[in-house]
T-cell receptor, first 117, second 117 residues
Framework: AQKVTQAQTEISVVEKEDVTLDCVYE???????LFWYKQPPSGELVFLIR??????QNEISGRYSWNFQKSTSSFNFTITASQVVDSAVYFC??????????????FGQGTRLTINP | GAGVSQSPSNKVTEKGKDVELRCDPI?????LYWYRQSLGQGLEFLIY????????KSGLPSDRFSAERTGGSVSTLTIQRTQQEDSAVYLC???????????????FGPGTRLTVL
């Protein structure tokens, strides 16, 4: 079975602070993909990043960076110099398995991030 | 349009009535997914379509729930004899399918908010 845990339910920081959102996953499959999605107040889920289980290189995209560590089954997301527009609920998700139906996403419970001006 | 569209955006119904929710995926996307987002359960997978067939229906919560997809495009999720616990936001997503089945990110629609009175 697959499972994603986002232990931080809510985080509140002041603008320009750095913030890290934690994600821990469980799967017995050796091939899997990890995702982060953002859900702003408008409600629509926005894709941020996808990583596969064979690539542990960290990734940076502007103020966003992701740290993937198979040794700890974690895929953490850091926002540098946070801005009010970053306020949203962030979901970590896992896709794994060996059959075609494995494309379904298993989501964590989400972390509500509030950036205060 | 360029994105996934869903209709209606909001649906209020009385307990015991049937409802139909519609999803129009991104043009050319062969894979289509239904998820449900509720306060108590978070984001849950319901069903996955590849073309018109549904290789994974494992997330449908009861036999009151069914879905179909025609012409490899539009999908309809039907809930019969609605119950109050069916109240949630129903999200549709679509993705490309490639030879490497697990790679593709899913693009989500804005959702249908269902309220069962």
């Amino acid at each position: 079975a697959q499972k994603v845990t986002q232990a931080q339910t809510e985080i509140s920081v002041v603008e320009k602070e750095d913030v890290t959102l934690d994600c821990v996953y469980e799967t017995r499959d050796t091939t899997y993909y990890l995702f982060w999605y953002k859900q702003p107040p408008s409600g629509e889920l926005v894709f941020l990043i996808r990583r596969n289980s064979f690539d542990e290189q960290n990734e940076i995209s502007g103020r966003y960076s992701w740290n993937f560590q198979k040794s700890t089954s974690s895929f953490n997301f850091t926002i540098t110099a946070s801005q009010v527009v970053d306020s949203a609920v962030y979901f970590c998700a896992l896709s794994a398995g060996t059959i075609q139906g494995a494309q379904k996403l298993v989501f964590g419970q989400g972390t509500r991030l509030t950036i205060n001006p | 349009g360029a994105g996934v569209s869903q209709s209606p955006s909001n649906k209020v119904t009385e307990k015991g009535k049937d409802v139909e929710l519609r999803c129009d995926p991104i043009s050319g996307h062969t894979a289509l997914y239904w998820y449900r987002q509720s306060l108590g359960q978070g984001l849950e997978f319901l069903i996955y379509f590849q073309g018109n067939s549904a290789p994974d229906k494992s997330g449908l919560p009861s036999d009151r729930f069914s879905a179909e997809r025609t012409g490899g495009s539009v999908s309809t999720l039907t809930i019969q004899r609605t119950q109050q616990e069916d109240s949630a936001v129903y999200l549709c997503a679509s993705s490309r399918t490639s030879g490497r089945a697990y790679m593709n990110e899913q693009f989500f629609g804005p959702g249908t908010r269902l309220t069962v009175l």
